[in-house]
């Protein structure tokens, strides 16, 4: 039977705590991966994910350019061992709702295994979907977790629609009859093309309430508006 060691990616893109969030979202990038294990000395501090920084980062008001990735990043790691079999690193995986599982050898980080390692390699196949569906359903998540960033930039699609109508609107008294009625037509084009976008996105989204409450309210703002 295949263990941890067999399969584990051996080629680590680590980072330092000190590392900005922008230069560990660029690693990933390049990378084409969705995580980075952020060290120091050869020690395993925490880990960050993409997830991390759609949910935190993005989120937040801070310079992703100045931010160090210890703020968004995850300090309590599960962690697992070379030695184990791949139904045992599946299970901890689900008990845990982790998709990403760093080794340690000895104390040394030395390999990490995705929860699509051990599907590709597994032999009980059961196991491994029993483990992602725990995974992908958690019993408790926030609106980011649930809906993927696509609600979250649909929500801010709205917000930036209705600041601009709004913004527009006010300066409408300053301009000539002709251009005021040039004027509202784009408004009403824009607002239209940035709703028809989002309608999807925020009508899969508007079983949370905070989704709900937030686009009736930006819909609101630009009736009033126009």
Same mark, same amino acid.
């Given at each position: 039977?295949?263990?941890?060691?067999?399969?584990?990616?051996?080629?680590?893109?680590?980072?330092?705590?000190?590392?900005?969030?922008?230069?560990?979202?660029?690693?990933?990038?390049?990378?084409?991966?969705?995580?980075?294990?952020?060290?120091?000395?050869?020690?395993?501090?925490?880990?960050?994910?993409?997830?991390?920084?759609?949910?935190?980062?993005?989120?937040?008001?801070?310079?992703?350019?100045?931010?160090?990735?210890?703020?968004?990043? @995850?300090?309590?790691?599960?962690?697992?061992?070379?030695?184990?079999?791949?139904?045992?690193? @599946?299970?901890?995986?689900?008990?845990?709702?982790?998709?990403?599982?760093?080794?340690?050898?000895?104390?040394?980080?030395?390999?990490?295994?995705?929860?699509?390692?051990?599907?590709?390699?597994?032999?009980?196949?059961?196991?491994?979907?029993? @483990?992602?569906?725990?995974?992908?359903?958690?019993?408790?998540?926030?609106?980011?977790?649930?809906?993927?960033?696509?609600?979250?930039?649909?929500?801010?699609?709205?917000?930036?629609?209705?600041?601009?109508?709004?913004?527009?609107?006010?300066?409408?008294?300053?301009?000539?009859?002709?251009?005021?009625?040039?004027?509202?037509?784009?408004?009403?084009?824009?607002?239209?093309?940035?709703?028809?976008?989002?309608?999807?996105?925020?009508?899969?989204?508007?079983?949370?309430?905070?989704?709900?409450?937030?686009?009736?309210?930006?819909?609101?703002?630009?009736?009033?508006?126009?």
């Amino acid at each position: 039977m295949l263990k941890a060691n067999d399969i584990m990616t051996r080629a680590l893109v680590v980072c330092e705590p000190e590392t900005s969030t922008a230069e560990a979202a660029e690693l990933m990038r390049d990378r084409n991966i969705g995580d980075v294990l952020v060290v120091n000395n050869g020690e395993l501090l925490g880990i960050v994910t993409d997830r991390d920084l759609a949910t935190k980062a993005l989120t937040s008001r801070d310079d992703p350019r100045e931010t160090p990735v210890r703020k968004y990043m @995850s300090e309590k790691v599960v962690v697992g061992e070379p030695g184990w079999n791949l139904e045992h690193v @599946s299970e901890v995986m689900a008990k845990h709702k982790i998709r990403r599982l760093p080794i340690m050898d000895h104390g040394h980080l030395a390999g990490l295994i995705s929860l699509g390692d051990v599907a590709v390699h597994s032999e009980k196949k059961g196991t491994v979907a029993k @483990s992602l569906q725990a995974i992908s359903q958690p019993a408790s998540v926030s609106m980011f977790e649930r809906r993927g960033v696509s609600a979250m930039l649909a929500g801010l699609a709205l917000a930036i629609t209705a600041t601009t109508v709004i913004a527009m609107r006010t300066k409408m008294p300053m301009l000539s009859d002709m251009r005021k009625q040039r004027t509202q037509k784009r408004m009403v084009h824009t607002a239209k093309k940035v709703f028809a976008a989002a309608k999807d996105v925020l009508t899969d989204a508007a079983t949370d309430e905070r989704v709900q409450s937030m686009t009736e309210r930006m819909r609101s703002r630009i009736k009033l508006a126009m």
